[in-house]
């Protein structure tokens, strides 16, 4: 059976998972293309218009999986992916989101996806999921070999701060991972920096234990997945860097107050931070006007040794 | 300590009463006006909600006002309302406002200084005296809510155009300043008496109805819904508003406190639709949309502020309820940028539709 999976929201960060599992499952994976204009008008077709850019290009790829005649799609409902946090409303009614936008031939596989409780209740919902397509043990070893693959690509991705090369501007890319890792929509962000000769970090190379361990500075604990992992990450490499790009996605809750919190954070501790709101709208020339201007102002501000304010203050007086 | 806190509809009027009962003073922010908006637009982040907005214009003229200490209510997410009081602290602590800043919320572990806080609230109180605080903010909650629906079936029936809210507006002030039990009693006896002598045929007459459904914040206060209550009854509409803070109080805090569950009536009635808890009241919008349709509403208003996450999986949903129940569903967005008359225009436009529509159905 073929079964297609959009490559859009927590794709980015849980395809090993996915594709291994449902694949030991005895599935074929077909995973929709990479976000083009045609996807994202689909999505912005198929969506209401207050809805995240992110959960329009969801629709688009579900769309795009339709059009290639697939019949089922892989559409979880993700609550909670670590104790006590959420990721946001648009997961949690995903599958009633896209149930109404495509053909009734088309079948939904939808898990309830749930680790409120812990990990062992996130590892379980995988478990009751599989259930339905195999035996106890059966489904036990295809979930062992897919979380070893996830591990394995999330442990893939951890990098030493220290051990990038000082003479290099290091920038902390901010933001979700299905913004940062999707090139259309964050339009190609991370590799127009990397281009410009900047060295970008991203959450995803903090680890898990360094996030939490540098996430607890906050005094209430964040509820989103996806802000802890901003705020800790941002805790974690605060040293090593010379300024913060944070994307946002236009209509999101989280962001809107993470974003706020990070960008009281850089004021406070004098660190420059570039906030951009990514929606359908978004511009390309003036997306690179706005990176130059900022790599320009960290260029001089290492040349003058922080003498230049971050934040439109005056520094010198006279 | 002198206490202020959000505006959220009439809701004032009993927590000022639980607050006193704590043995604090008292500020009550001035009603939101424009000033309020603008206040907390200046100052909050561009892209987050209206209501986080309206709340840092309340707070800052609350504290302007004297007071050094702040209630909010927080919440576990996954709606941003549960994250307010972290960003509205440190948006205050930049203005150079000095206050202590206690968010209720229910204990689950996330944030240590919820005890501590708790105490302070408590320590100029003793037992008896918070009973009876509480008891007075029951009273006059329950008062507040009685007059409040009555008037949205009275306004679209009464003899003098804008008779039922200026007679309201008296009432409220009358039932704020009451000090016992009895004496809310009486207002409210009264007022009730008065609002229902103020319609000029019997309950009876037939007009529009229609469901007022969508985020609590945007329902339950005027000026952020552009009285939008009053609209539909002075265009002849009986509104019903599916959220009611009087059961909001008995299931989240009697029901849910000892551990009741009390999403089930919900559940059923928004399934296959949605399936389940969404953060702030999503799932109660979707639910609330199907059960208007099954009791006959003409029609379903759905109100949310600009980019709210759990209204905004609700609006994807209820199109497809508005065909499959034919029932009109019209979804209003505000933000900062609302304009009176826009808004005044689509209401009326969707009163047109509802009455064409019954028109028709009479006629077959």
Known sequence: MRIGIPRALQYFQYFPLWTTFLRELGFETVVSPVTNKQILNWGIAHSVDGACLPLKTYLGH??????SG???????????????EYLCPNSMGLPDIVNKQVPPSVTLVSPVINGKKGTKALVQSYLRFGLEFGSKREVQ????????????????????PNSVPLERLNILLIGQRYLVDDPFISI??????????????????????????????????MFWTSGRNAVGALEHLWENLDGIVTLAAFACGADSLVGELIDRKARLGNLPNLMINLDEHTGEVGMITRLEAFLDLLERRRLHESDLSSHGKHIHTH | MKVTFPHMGNIYIPIESLVQGMGHDVVVPPMDTKRTLDLGTKYSPDTTCLPFKIIVGNLIEGIDLGADCVLMAGGTGPCRL?????????????????????????????????WPQLGKLFEKTNLKRFAGGC????????????????????????????????????AFQQIKKAQSLSAVGKFREESVHAV????????????????????IYTVLEPFVNLQIEERLGYLGVEVYR????????????????????????????????????????????????????????????????????????????LPQISEDKHIPVLSLVVDEHTGEAGFQTRLEAFVDLLHRRERCRILG
């Open chain 2, 196 to 215: 229902k002598g103020l319609m000029s045929t019997s309950e009876k007459e037939k007009v529009l109805r229609v469901g007022l459904v969508g985020e």
């Open chain 1, 188 to 221: 190609d962000i991370k590799k127009r920096l990397e281009s410009a000769g900047v060295n970008v970090f991203t959450a995803a190379q903090v680890s898990e234990k360094d996030i939490m361990k540098a996430s607890s500075i906050l005094p209430k604990r």
């Open chain 1, 141 to 160: 070893s295809a979930l062992e070999r897919a979380f070893q693959a996830q591990r394995r690509y999330d442990e893939s991705l951890y990098i030493e």
């Open chain 2, 135 to 170: 008891l007075l903010a029951w009273a006059k909650l329950n008062a507040c809510e009685e007059l409040e629906l009555l008037a949205l079936v009275v306004r679209p029936r009464e003899r003098e155009f804008g008779s039922t809210s200026r007679l309201l507006k008296q």
């Open chain 1, 70 to 84: 697939i019949q089922l799609i892989f559409v979880p409902q993700i609550i909670s992916v670590a104790r006590l």
């Open chain 2, 82 to 114: 549960g994250y307010y009081g972290e960003v509205h602290k440190g948006i205050l602590e930049d203005l150079g406002k000095k206050v202590e800043f206690i968010t209720i919320e229910p204990p689950r572990g996330n944030n240590p200084n919820f």
């Open chain 2, 242 to 317: 599916t959220i009611s803070l009087v059961d909001w109080v008995k299931n989240h805090i009697f029901k849910q406190g000892i551990g009741l569950r009390i999403d089930q009536a919900l559940r059923r009635s928004a399934a296959g639709y949605l399936r389940g808890f969404v953060g702030g009241h999503g799932l109660e919008t979707v639910a609330r949309t199907v059960d208007l349709a099954e009791k006959d509403y003409a029609g379903a208003i759905h109100i949310l502020p600009m980019t709210c996450m759990p209204e905004i999986v609700a609006q994807a949903i």
């Open chain 1, 62 to 67: 579900v769309r795009a999986l339709v059009e």
